[in-house]
């Protein structure tokens, strides 16, 4: 089974994730954390995330070390891993290792739940079950906010209402595999609901498909 979720930035669409991971028994790829390791990479070279010759060398050279690096989660580095994303290359370099992850699930898994932008549009096309979450603007901020305060970080949630936008509106305009919802995907908005009911809506929509 696979399952594609994508969203804009803070939407949820990774806690949700997980916890549909471990309750159906299956791997789970954050992709973001990709792009965001990417990122990662060029600032702390001191390069331009711009720059797509050293945004391609670092794609292809990935330290998977760095998936677990605690500046990962950090804002400029969203920011980072959202100027690199839009380099077509640095997509092409990180799409086998995707399609290899969602096609060999590690033994034992009954299959894999990937998040992000462009799983059900480009990654898994024919995944059994796709969603797409969002949640308002304000909504978004306030949960990224508390999380990143969570973590020790000193942010105001008015800078991170404008880096979620400015990220979703670059996410979105670019040309190579933008945010969008594909067409047979579930929306779920979350706006109004806590996890514990955005996690029942999500479980309910994939009993329904495995009873199908
Ligand atoms: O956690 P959050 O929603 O803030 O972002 P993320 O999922 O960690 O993704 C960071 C950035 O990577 C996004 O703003 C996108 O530009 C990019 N990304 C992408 O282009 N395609 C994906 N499948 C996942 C992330």
Redesign the pocket.
Known sequence: MIIAIDG????G??TLARKLAEKFNLAYL????L??AVGLTLLRQKADPKDPNAALAAARNLDHRLLNDPDLRKEDT?RA??IV?AIPDVRTALLAFQRDFAAKPPQGMAGVVL?????GTV?CPDADIKLFISASDEVRARR?TKELQDKGLNVAKESVLADLQD?DK??SARSD?PLKAADDAHLLDTTELDIETAFARACAIVEQHAAR
């Open positions: 804009p930035a803070a939407s669409k990774g954050d992709t973001g954390s792009y965001r969203g891993a959202s994303a998040d992000g932008r462009d799983i990654i990224r990220r670059r996410d595999a």
